[in-house]
């Protein structure tokens, strides 16, 4: 049985409403200088404390007020633009001849670079002639670590630029076929008249693959995609269809997953687009049509686009003629730099740039009054959700750590009766809330808005009738615009595939969504005066941008930790109650970016089997090093036992912690983080060096931290 692609005639209008319901906060027009300049400023307000000196590490002065002011001159000191938008991409464009601002092989190289930080491992691109004579393919694997496939694509179709109008173009990401020039997009048919690029997964490939080699078709591939490229060919030529028909009757036979764009030498004025569980939108610019998988790709040629939806197929023109405009919708404004100068690198400049993001991410001071907490979905039904009293939140990889440090939040303040979090790959239905519809509800986290395992639980929850609120940092994204309730991160564009500055705004969205609760509660209930827990956890959050500037004084010390860690085969990462999942975060981040097998764990756990892991300093590598979060809360002395523990079976301890004392015979100096010290966030700003020891030893391993290999940031594929 093959799964009906389901033919939609004419793109369905849009509503009106789809992104209203989401509150955006405009973006800085500079970076680096105005936040220097406004955390000082900021910094000169509070209690100024030199790290590694003082017992205990205060950022504010204690008064309320004063944070308030102090967060308040950070805000001041922005001035704001338009919004921030945020696996594999694909980048399409049909424009008049000779009319275009750029060629076809330009703008598609430009957008390649543009979606590069959704990850990949090749990069293809493939250009038409106006008068279809000519069908030109370039595409290349990124052989090794630190390759570029875009760069090599760039270099080699410059060799035959043509000044095409027509083209398409593709960043790979792996699922079917290794990583191998042969591999990569576009495709063709076995007329080499098709060109195909494809993002998502045909479940029954094999089968099709087996069906067309019966009749003669041969493949020089390993991918799903050149089987759709041949099956559409076969099914043009065999029927002398249009390449539209053609590409109908074709997805007609696949089970799957698509976002895909073709084209053909026979018809080279036009491209033929189709959804179906992989996001596509659509560019509409004066003298060119774009096809991209984001906004981002052609923002700076046109900012009218329409979203496809799962179903669609369209053909596309230059001057967009068969397009419904009904559903032109209006992207931000994206500033999208191409380049992390001065910075080496995406990952420490996205580390560095962590007050700013979180600062943006509390409004500025707009979404965190000194009165209560304002989110502009949210507020548009506060007597439905404040029903809620069952919260679900489904996320996955570093989002899944943000969601369980935001439900411990929640519970510590009472935002609901009960609050878990789980990982959107594992959850089924019979994972969602139980009980009454209005009194359950689920968070959806993801940076891209577009994780596939995520959406999954998107649709099964509203077809469950359950009210859904997404955390995303992309603008318009598929999640979001499926919700069409939740909260922006408005962290910016984030450009490194492994995630730092998304996962700490996603926690502070999370923060103020659990105030947003149990103030909304209390209101409609008639509680006037806000818990002490609800008030701390106001405070912290008011004192998180400079708390986090703070920490970043700890990048020295955290370098050297990391020339220790070279030759290291494998380590842990040790936190207790809101420092466990800030423990998997960092565990996560030295997986990710050094190829080093770390593992994070709670604070107590070792001994239940791990403790077997640990090796002295006559190991093979070594004493087993583990970095242990022991903050000032009252976890401090489960994990000081802990720290004796493994330290007592010969390990290397290294502490972060938010008192000087607590590492005290555990620990020397050279081995001490001191952080500051932030209440139920303090064990968030331990990330910070987290993430700054994972950059500093992929910089001694020789590895780009920009981009692991195997990874993709948007993970679109099951």
């Known amino acids: 049985m093959y799964q009906r692609y389901v033919r939609t005639t004419a793109m369905r209008a849009i509503s009106a409403n789809t992104i209203n319901m989401y509150q955006t906060v405009s973006a800085p027009r500079d970076s680096s200088t105005q936040i220097k300049a406004a955390l000082m400023a900021a910094v000169a307000a509070t209690t100024v404390f030199a790290v590694g000196n003082n017992e205990s590490h205060q950022v504010a002065t204690g008064s309320p007020a004063d944070d308030a002011r102090c967060f308040h001159e950070v805000k001041r000191m922005f001035h704001p633009v338009g919004g921030v938008a945020s696996s594999c991409g694909i980048v399409g464009v049909v424009a008049t001849p000779n009319k275009g601002k750029t060629s076809a092989r330009s703008f598609l190289v430009e957008g390649l670079t543009v979606l590069k930080n959704r990850g990949y491992d090749s990069a293809g691109i493939a250009t038409v002639g106006p008068s279809g004579d000519e069908l030109l393919v370039t595409k290349y694997a990124s052989a090794g670590d630190n390759a570029d496939g875009v760069e090599l694509v760039d270099k080699k179709s410059k060799e035959k630029e043509k000044g095409h109008s027509v083209g398409i173009a593709h960043t790979r990401w792996a699922t079917h076929g290794g990583k191998t020039d042969a591999n990569a997009h576009p495709h063709l048919d076995s007329s080499g008249k098709v060109a195909l690029v494809h993002n998502g997964t045909i479940n029954n490939a094999n089968q099709l693959r087996e069906e067309l080699e019966s009749l003669g078709h041969q493949f020089t591939s390993e991918t799903d995609t050149e089987v759709v490229a041949k099956l559409i060919g076969h099914i043009k030529d065999k029927h002398s269809l249009s390449l539209r028909d053609a590409t109908e009757r074709a997805l007609q036979r696949c089970d799957g997953s698509w976002g895909l764009c073709a084209m053909s030498r026979d018809q080279p004025d036009e491209l033929i687009v189709a959804c179906n569980g992989s996001p596509l939108v659509i560019g509409l610019g004066r ?97 439905k959700l404040s029903k809620i009293k069952h919260m679900t939140l489904s996320a996955c990889g570093t989002s899944l750590n943000a969601a369980m ?176 999942p800030v423990a998997y975060e960092g565990a996560l981040k030295i997986k990710e970016t050094c190829y080093l097998h770390a593992e994070g764990y709670s604070g107590g756990a070792l001994k239940h089997g791990p403790f077997a892991l640990i090796e002295g300093p006559k190991g093979k590598f070594g004493a087993t090093p583990i970095i242990m979060i022991i903050l000032d809360d009252e976890h401090k002395h489960t994990m000081r036992t802990a720290a004796e523990e493994v330290k007592a079976r010969g390990a290397e301890v290294i502490i972060i912690t938010d008192k000087k004392s607590l590492a005290s015979g555990l620990a020397d100096e050279e081995s001490t983080i001191v952080i500051p010290s932030n209440g139920p966030l303090s064990a968030l700003i331990a990330v910070l060096p987290l993430q700054l020891i994972s950059y500093e030893l992929a910089i001694k391993k020789g590895i780009n931290p920009d981009t692991p290999r195997n990874l993709a940031k948007a993970v679109t594929v099951d």
């Open 287 to 383: 003298d060119a049509t774009y096809i991209a998988s984001e906004t981002s790709a052609f923002n700076r040629y046109t900012k009218e686009f329409i979203s496809m939806r799962d179903g669609e197929i369209g053909v596309v023109h230059a001057d967009g003629r068969e397009l419904d405009l009904s559903r032109v919708q209006h992207a931000p404004d994206q500033q999208v730099v191409l380049s992390p100068a001065p910075y080496p690198h995406w990952t420490i400049k996205e580390c560095v740039e962590q007050p700013e993001a979180i600062a943006r991410a509390l409004g500025f001071g707009g979404r965190l009054t000194e009165s209560r907490v304002k989110l502009g979905g949210p507020d548009s039904q506060p007597e």
């Open 405 to 580: 440090y935001g439900a411990k939040l929640m519970r510590s303040i009472a935002a609901f009766e009960s609050v878990h979090a789980i990982d959107a790959a594992e959850t089924t239905r019979k994972d969602l809330p139980a009980g009454s519809i209005d009194e359950a509800g689920v968070i959806v986290v993801s940076q891209s808005g577009e994780t596939k395992d995520v959406q999954r639980v998107v649709t099964s929850a509203m077809e469950k009738g359950f009210t859904v609120l997404s955390v995303v940092n992309a603008v318009g994204s598929l999640i979001a615009r499926t919700t069409k309730l939740g909260v922006y991160l408005n962290a910016g564009r984030e450009n490194a595939v492994a995630s730092t500055k998304a996962f700490t705004t996603q926690v502070t969205v999370l923060a103020l969504l659990a105030i947003w609760f149990r103030e909304t509660k209390d209101a409609i209930s008639g509680v006037s005066q806000a818990s002490q827990d609800t008030s701390t956890l106001r405070d912290a959050l008011m004192r998180l941008p400079i708390s986090f500037g703070m920490a970043l004084q700890t990048r020295d010390k955290c370098k050297k930790i990391a020339e220790r860690l070279v030759d290291k085969e494998h380590m842990f990462v040790l936190g207790k109650g809101y420092a466990e």
